[in-house]
């Protein structure tokens, strides 16, 4: 698997921590040189990655910045000496949890901003040379929050609005072999999930089919099939990843 994809750049936001640092692990497992971007974390955790073996380059990524964007990508690819990009993560994302009555004008937006602006952003930088490469891989992190959860309608609808721009991407990429595909993690324990109310993760742990909260790693799974030649012919498809959560 590694030989398969050494020549290969995969740009994973995000990725200083939680699920976005074990997608980077595991693609880098797999042999892909990767750019870790985020707004922080990201150099100590390229450079624990690079201690495991791993080509990674960690620098700094604000998703909801278009000139951050731009540069994150030229120099991500400057430092493996390409010049295109083989997969994109857009998996940065942030909560705001709040009843939509008490919800602020700043909690919407940021949340917006960060998946919505920041999937516009990212991909805006990758599609052209995914197109001359007649290659491509777009993964969007969406989250089960998108068939809607209480204390989230920014989230929700940012999850949901990357499921959209998922499926129209797929269909107006597909043309040049480029797969767009969104997962939707469940209850996954990260730095993000950890500051959710006891009270509210007990919930959760009651619903689940699979009686565990879910690692990274789980997401990374597929996040590294999706992203192999074995998922060439998968497209436009939301997963979940949720051990059978619902909300
Ligand atoms: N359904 C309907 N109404 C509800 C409700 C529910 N499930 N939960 C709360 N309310 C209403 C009720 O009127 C409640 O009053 P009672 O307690 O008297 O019943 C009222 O809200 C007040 O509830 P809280 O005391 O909890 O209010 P709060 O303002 O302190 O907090 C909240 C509200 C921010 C929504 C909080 O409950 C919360 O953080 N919930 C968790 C939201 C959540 O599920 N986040 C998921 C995080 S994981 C993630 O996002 C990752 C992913 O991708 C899946």
Redesign the pocket.
Known sequence: MGVQHENSLALVTGAGSGIGLAIARKLGEKGFKVAIGDLKNYEESAENLRKLGLHVVGLPLDVTNWDSCSEFVEASMAHFKTDHVDVLVNNA?I?R???FV?MSREDWDAVIKVHLYGAFNMTKQVVESMISKGHGRIIN?????WTG????AN?SAA?AGLVGFTKTLSKELGRYNITVNAI?????D?P??R???D??RE??MERLSIKRIGEPEDVANLVAFLASDEASYITGELIGVTGG?T?
């Open positions: 994302g909560i949890d709040s009843l008490k992190m969406s989250s089960l929050s959860n209480v204390g989230q989230y999850k939707a993690p469940g209850f996954i990260t993000m999930t500051t959710v109310p009270k509210i919930k959760f959560l909300f």
